[in-house]
């Protein structure tokens, strides 16, 4: 048993690596900040101890996470508390000349099946979150994951059955569309086939896989990866076809995916987190192409189980044969252009 509590500073401490290719220019599309959750918070002070550990972060895009919601008013509104809350971190990241990352895209949480009940609820929400992020508005999430067996799970997401399949659901993401908002997508590998469904039926819309998908690997899917992971395979080479997708390579050490890094006396170095999910990045390269992907550290999620550098140099590691306007797009050009981050 570890003398530290994983996931603590203490416990992420115990593997340093010297950083690889500490020039390269990254943008980290997909962080989240909160308070009081695993254990401790997530917001500037935090965030920046990660993005200032090596790598060059130069931007990032703060993901929806239920943190920061309106308590008052309509219930339907409540979101736009979150993207008032991180529109004003991002403020401040930008300002600290101090840290050179800075918060340049927020991607908020819209319930889309609000546009079968009330398209003017939609609209009125959509209208609220983008003057809250005081320009920062670059899409929504709203999350599909959903398991029969939710107490197997650390992370659990009370989303409602067969979310990519309603139609109030599909009508919000049409909205969202002509809106020139994104769509990401985070759901579990059983649901793989109505994410295609979704896309397929909504090719409008420029949607963002989150999380590979989320391959599960505790539970009843604890001996199973190997079957999992060849459902999955072909799942993603069908998914590719959809070019109206993007995929996000990250996200793969949160503890419901089954490394068991999270209860481990220590965190992977780069060499082991590869050895255990190379095999997951290659083909996700070979099915989209680094003009549709782009890493992701998913932190503090991940950071439950790896460090900040860690992830990072596993990333170079992998990509290290590719040529330049790959990595390029990799670690920076399609974030840059999906999220329109351009300066």
Known sequence: MSAFEPGSDEWLNQVQEDIIDPERPIIDPHHHLWLKRFNRDYVLPQYWADTDSGHNIVKTVFMECRAFYHREGPEHLY?????????????????????????????????????????????????????ASDGLLRGIRHSAARDPHPEDLLIVVPAP?????????????????????????????????????????????????????????VGRYKHRRDEIFQQWKQDMRELAKCENVMAKLGGLAMPDNGFGWDKAERPPTSDEL???????????????????????????VDRLSVNYVVVWNAFKKMTADLSESEKHALFYGTAERVYSLQD
Request: aromatic content about 10%; glycine content about 8%; some cysteine.
């Open 79 to 131: 979101p736009v508390g979150e993207v008032e809350h991180v529109a004003e971190l991002a403020r401040q990241s930008k300002a600290n000349t101090e840290h050179k990352a800075y918060i340049a895209g927020i991607l908020g949480k819209a319930d889309l099946r609000l546009a079968g009940e009330s398209e003017e609820k939609l609209v009125e929400l959509l209208d609220g979150l983008r003057t």
């Open 161 to 217: 059955p067969y979310l990519h399949g309603e139609e109030s659901f599909r009508k919000g993401l049409r909205i969202l569309a002509a809106q020139s908002l994104t769509y990401d997508s985070w759901h579990y590998h059983h649901q793989n086939m109505d994410f295609i469904e979704l896309a397929q039926a909504v090719p409008e819309c420029t949607m963002i896989l989150d999380h590979f998908g989320t391959p599960l690997g």
């Open 274 to 300: 590869i050895k255990q999910q190379r095999k997951y990045y290659e083909h996700m390269l070979d099915c989209f192409g680094p003009d549709r992907c782009m890493f992701e550290s998913n932190f503090p």
